[in-house]
């Protein structure tokens, strides 16, 4: 069975809604999908089992976690939707994000750019808002020619609407995956841009707090790199988790269901459920 768990519908910030994205999963041949939108689990709420017939639904969701001060992504897999952890996870941390969106707004208008703070807000109640968002904004009102122009001139790093969020802690956010019976996963680690020290002392920590698996592949990454992975999981006892990371369809490199396979001599984390 092909296994995808890790994806994202429009109840964050990918570009399909939860039906559409399942059944794009199915008609590639997915077996087992996990949606894992940020900070959100509403994806499930519009899904029935006429939708998902002929596929393995796993509950996930992706939380965003700050360890030794830098932002780290947190899959929560096989989770409870509907328990206490989870309402909680996703009520601090949409909260977290709407009052980041609205600062950003805020700087963007001393800017000269608009007021975009009545759209955000909007947004904000809809929907898990990030960056992405703003940036699809900062388009619509001829601001920037792409999204990817807007992050290069207004939301990337160093820019005046790169502004950092007050995440839970890691252990907080393993915690709540935890809580929900779930299995905890660090997702796409290459992503990080960490020494392999540094990386070592990421899985250590995780562990302590009762992480359960590394996201050895992600996407259509550099074999070499799954390699990597995998070793470390076997030398630290984590399990090991497979995902595109897919949001919208035009990028190839996150399709769904087209990652590589997991390494040999790798255990997959849902053999542990």
Same mark, same amino acid.
């Given at each position: 069975?092909?296994?995808?768990?890790?994806?994202?519908?429009?109840?964050?910030?990918?570009?399909?809604? &939860?039906?559409?994205?399942?059944?794009? %999963?199915? #008609?590639?041949?997915?077996?087992?999908?996990?949606?894992?939108?940020?900070?959100?689990?509403?994806?499930?709420?519009?899904?029935?089992?006429?939708?998902? =017939?002929?596929?393995?639904?796993? &509950?996930?969701?992706?939380?965003?976690?700050?360890?030794?001060?830098?932002? *780290?992504?947190?899959?929560?897999?096989? *989770?409870?939707?509907?328990?206490?952890?989870?309402?909680?996870?996703?009520?601090?941390?949409?909260?977290?994000?709407?009052?980041?969106?609205?600062? *950003?707004?805020?700087?963007?208008?001393?800017?000269?750019?608009? #007021?975009?703070?009545?759209?955000?807000?909007?947004?904000?109640?809809?929907?898990?808002?990030?960056? &992405?968002?703003?940036?699809?904004?900062?388009?619509?009102?001829?601001?920037?020619?792409?999204?990817?122009?807007? +992050?290069?001139?207004?939301? $990337?790093? $160093?820019?005046?609407?790169? *502004?950092?969020?007050?995440? %839970?802690?890691?252990?907080?956010?393993?915690?709540?995956?935890?809580?929900? $019976?779930?299995?905890?996963?660090?997702?796409?680690?290459?992503?990080?841009?960490?020494? =392999?020290? =540094?990386?070592?002392?990421?899985?250590? #920590? +995780?562990?302590?707090?009762?992480?359960?698996?590394?996201?050895?592949?992600?996407?259509? /990454? /550099?074999?070499?790199?799954?390699?990597?992975?995998?070793?470390?999981?076997?030398?630290?006892?984590?399990?090991?988790?497979?995902?595109? #990371?897919?949001?919208?369809?035009? /990028? +190839?490199?996150?399709?769904?269901?087209?990652?590589?396979?997991? &390494?040999?001599?790798?255990?997959?984390?849902?053999?542990?459920?």
């Amino acid at each position: 069975m092909l296994f995808d768990l890790h994806c994202h519908s429009t109840a964050s910030d990918g570009k399909l809604a &939860p039906a559409a994205l399942v059944q794009r %999963a199915r #008609d590639r041949g997915v077996g087992a999908l996990a949606i894992t939108d940020h900070d959100s689990v509403a994806a499930y709420t519009e899904l029935s089992e006429t939708t998902t =017939r002929g596929l393995r639904l796993i &509950p996930g969701i992706e939380l965003s976690a700050l360890w030794r001060g830098q932002t *780290i992504h947190v899959v929560g897999l096989n *989770i409870g939707l509907h328990t206490g952890a989870i309402e909680e996870a996703v009520s601090l941390q949409r909260a977290a994000r709407q009052r980041r969106a609205l600062v *950003i707004a805020q700087r963007l208008a001393r800017k000269g750019l608009g #007021d975009l703070s009545p759209a955000v807000a909007e947004l904000g109640e809809r929907i898990s808002i990030g960056r &992405p968002h703003i940036a699809e904004l900062l388009v619509e009102r001829g601001q920037a020619r792409s999204t990817d122009d807007a +992050f290069r001139k207004h939301l $990337g790093t $160093g820019r005046i609407g790169d *502004i950092k969020n007050e995440w %839970a802690s890691l252990q907080q956010v393993v915690a709540w995956i935890r809580e929900a $019976g779930g299995s905890a996963v660090i997702a796409h680690p290459e992503k990080y841009q960490l020494t =392999r020290t =540094r990386l070592r002392d990421l899985v250590s #920590d +995780f562990r302590a707090v009762g992480g359960t698996a590394l996201e050895v592949v992600s996407g259509r /990454q /550099q074999t070499q790199e799954s390699r990597q992975l995998a070793k470390l999981c076997a030398e630290t006892g984590l399990a090991a988790s497979t995902g595109s #990371d897919f949001h919208q369809p035009e /990028q +190839f490199w996150a399709e769904l269901g087209s990652q590589p396979a997991l &390494p040999e001599g790798c255990e997959p984390v849902w053999e542990r459920w």
